[in-house]
C-alpha cells in the first residue's frame, strides 16, 4: 500500500507531501490544476517511462520519494530479495532527476537502475485509464489474467516444466541427428582414416626415438673409420702394447734401484686398467654403429610415414595414436546413431505426450474459466448501466507454447445484434472505463497487494452512471488501496480520502499543491464540481446528499 509521496521540484510543485490511506482516495481539482503531474511524479519514482524534463525552472534537480507499506505476502519482498536488497515491512523507493538530465536512484538506500524500478513498480501499482495500454486494454495480457482469475497457476507451473522437457528431448534429438549426419558424410574418410592409422599405429614419442636413430645412422658411415681408427691405436698395437712394454721394463729396472720406480710403475697399472674401460666403450660404439644397410631405409621409411600422416590429419606426430581414438569414437557414434536417435526420438514423444496431456487439461479449465468471468462480468456490468451489453473471453487455438495452446482475448458487444470486438476498438470512452472497472473488480482477489490508480477512468459519465461507477470503486477499495483522479462528484463523495489539487501563482511563479480536505471543505470541492465557479446553494445542498448518502 502507497503510503506517502514526497515531491520537491518537479514541474510546478516546489514541495509536496502526501500521506494515503488504505481505501478509496479521491484527487479533485479543476483541468490543469496539476492532477497529471502527480501522476507523473509517481510514475517517475516507479521508473515508469514519462516525460524527459521533470525538474522546475530554477531548480538544479527534481525529487521524488515513495513509501509504501508491505504485508507479510506481498510480492514486491520476493522481487527485492532475489535481487540482494533488504527487506521490510517498509519500502522506500527514492529518485532524483537533476537539471542535465541524469536520473539517479534508489530502493531502500542502495542504488538501483530503472529496469529494477520498473520490475518492482509491477508488484506495487496499477495504473488504469482510457489509454491503458499496458494492462487490461492489451490483449497479449488477456491470457495470463484468465488463468489468475481462474487460480490456474499451478497447472501453468506444471505446463511451463514440462514445455522445458519438450524443448530439451527436441534439442537433444536434432543435436544427434546433426552429429549422425556429420558422421555418415565423413564416414568413407573416417574409415580410411582408421585404416592408415591401425596400419601404422603410432605410438606417442615414437617420431623424436626415430629421428634420434635416423641421424646416428646417417652419421655412422663417416665416424666409424675413425672409431675404427682408434680402436686400433688402444689396442695391442698401440697403446696398449707400449703401456704394457713400459711397465715390463720398469719392473725390471725397479729391482736395482729399490722404491724410487715404485710411483710410475702404480700410474702406469692405473692407465692399463683405463686404456681397458675405453676400448670396452669404443667397442661398444661400434656394436651400436653396426646395422644392415636397410636399416636406415625401413627407419626413415617410418619416420617419414608418420609425419606425412600428421601433416595431413593436421595434429602433431604424438597426437596420432589419440586422433586415431577420436576416429574410432565417431565410427563408433556412427554405428550405434540410428539407436540412439530411436532412443531420442522416444523421449521426445513421451515428452510431448506429457504436455498435450497437461494442455488440454489446462485448455479445459481456461474455458470453464472463461465462462465464470464472462458471468461475473454480467454481474458487474449491469450496476454500471451497461445491462445490454455483452462481455465474452474468446479462446481459440494457438501454436504450442510454454503457456499451452490458446489465445485468449477479451472481447464486448455494446448493444444487442452487435458484433463483438476487442474492448479498445469496440467501446466509446464512457463505455470502455466502465468496462475496465467492471474487469477489474472481477480480477480483485488477483490484486495482492497492489495500489490501484484510475486516472479519470469515469470520463464521458454522468448522473446515475456516475454514481454506479463511484460504487464499484468504493467496493474495489473495500479489499484494496484505490487511488482515483476524477471529475465526477458523484464518484469524489465516495471517497473515504479525499483531497483538492489547486495552482496559484506566487511571486510570477505558477506552482500546484494539494490540500485535504476535511468535511466541510469536501462540501464546498463537490459543490463546486456540480455548479462551476459560482457555488450556489442549492449545489451545497445537493453536495450534502452525495455525502450523505454513500
Not at 555418415?184 to 617420431?207: C, K, M, T, V, Y
Not at 485468449?408 to 458484433?419: D, H, I, K, S
Request: net charge negative.
Amino acid at each position: 500500500m502507497l503510503r506517502g509521496l514526497d515531491i520537491r521540484d518537479i514541474l510546478i510543485i516546489d514541495r509536496l507531501e502526501l500521506e494515503f490511506q488504505a481505501g478509496l482516495n479521491v484527487l479533485t481539482g479543476e483541468t490543469g490544476a496539476g492532477k497529471s503531474i502527480l501522476l507523473d511524479s509517481l510514475g517517475f519514482v516507479l521508473g515508469w517511462r514519462g516525460r524527459a524534463e521533470l525538474v522546475r525552472a530554477g531548480a538544479d534537480q527534481g525529487e521524488v520519494v515513495a513509501a509504501f507499506e508491505l504485508s507479510p505476502d506481498h510480492p514486491a519482498r520476493a522481487v527485492l530479495s532475489e535481487a540482494g536488497f533488504p527487506v521490510s515491512d517498509e519500502l522506500i523507493m527514492r529518485r532524483v532527476n537533476s537539471k542535465d538530465g541524469r536520473k539517479t536512484a534508489w530502493v531502500n538506500d542502495r542504488r538501483c537502475s530503472g529496469e529494477f524500478l520498473r520490475a518492482l513498480s509491477q508488484t506495487l501499482v496499477e495504473l488504469h485509464g482510457q489509454h491503458d495500454d499496458r494492462g487490461l486494454l492489451n490483449p497479449r495480457g488477456h491470457r495470463a489474467l484468465l488463468d489468475e482469475f481462474g487460480g490456474l497457476f499451478g497447472e501453468l507451473t506444471a505446463l511451463r516444466k514440462s514445455w522445458r522437457a519438450v524443448s530439451l528431448a527436441r534439442k537433444e534429438l536434432e543435436q544427434a541427428q546433426i552429429v549422425l549426419e556429420t558422421a555418415r558424410a565423413e564416414e568413407e574418410f573416417l574409415r580410411h582414416a582408421i585404416n592408415e592409422l591401425d596400419a601404422l599405429e603410432p605410438q606417442a614419442g615414437e617420431e623424436a626415438t626415430l629421428d634420434i636413430q635416423r641421424r646416428r645412422m646417417q652419421a655412422a658411415h663417416k665416424i666409424r673409420e675413425d672409431i675404427v681408427k682408434a680402436q686400433s691405436s688402444l689396442g695391442f698395437e698401440g697403446a696398449e702394447a707400449h703401456i704394457s712394454d713400459a711397465s715390463r721394463w720398469l719392473s725390471g729396472a725397479a729391482d736395482e734401484i729399490s722404491d724410487l720406480l715404485d710411483q710410475p710403475i702404480s700410474h702406469l697399472a692405473q692407465a692399463h686398467d683405463a686404456l681397458g674401460l675405453a676400448q670396452q666403450g669404443v667397442e661398444n660404439a661400434l656394436n651400436t654403429l653396426n646395422f644392415s644397410p636397410t636399416e636406415l631405409e625401413e627407419t626413415e621409411e617410418r619416420l617419414f610415414a608418420i609425419r606425412a600422416l600428421a601433416r595431413k590429419h593436421s595434429v602433431l606426430p604424438d597426437e596420432l595414436a589419440g586422433f586415431a581414438d577420436e576416429m574410432r569414437a565417431k565410427i563408433l557414434s556412427l554405428d550405434q546413431g540410428e539407436e540412439k536417435l530411436a532412443t531420442l526420438q522416444q523421449n521426445l514423444d513421451a515428452a510431448l505426450n506429457t504436455y498435450d496431456r497437461l494442455a488440454a487439461s489446462l485448455s479445459k479449465k481456461r474455458r470453464k474459466a472463461a465462462l465464470a468471468l464472462d458471468r461475473a462480468m454480467a454481474d458487474e456490468l449491469a450496476p454500471l448501466k451497461m445491462e445490454r451489453a455483452v462481455f465474452s473471453t474468446v479462446i481459440t487455438d494457438a501454436a504450442a507454447g510454454q503457456d499451452g495452446v490458446d489465445d485468449v482475448v477479451f472481447t464486448v458487444a455494446t448493444n444487442p445484434g452487435a458484433p463483438a470486438g476487442p474492448l479498445n476498438k469496440i467501446a466509446s470512452g464512457g463505455e470502455l472505463s466502465r468496462f475496465l472497472l467492471a474487469l477489474k473488480v472481477c480480477l480483485i482477489a488477483q490484486a495482492n497487494g497492489l495500489t490501484m490508480i484510475f486516472d479519470e477512468i469515469d470520463r464521458g459519465v454522468g448522473g446515475a452512471t456516475a454514481d454506479a461507477v463511484g460504487r464499484r470503486l468504493e467496493a474495489l477499495a473495500h479489499d484494496a488501496q484505490v487511488l482515483v483522479v476524477t471529475h465526477s462528484p458523484q464518484v469524489a463523495a465516495r471517497g473515504a480520502y479525499h483531497w483538492r489539487v489547486e495552482k496559484n501563482v506566487h511571486k510570477g511563479n505558477t506552482l500546484s499543491t494539494v490540500v485535504p480536505l476535511n468535511s466541510e471543505d469536501r462540501v464546498e470541492e463537490i459543490a463546486r464540481m456540480l455548479s462551476g465557479d459560482t457555488i450556489t446553494d442549492v449545489a451545497k445542498e445537493a453536495a450534502k446528499s452525495l455525502l450523505e448518502n454513500r
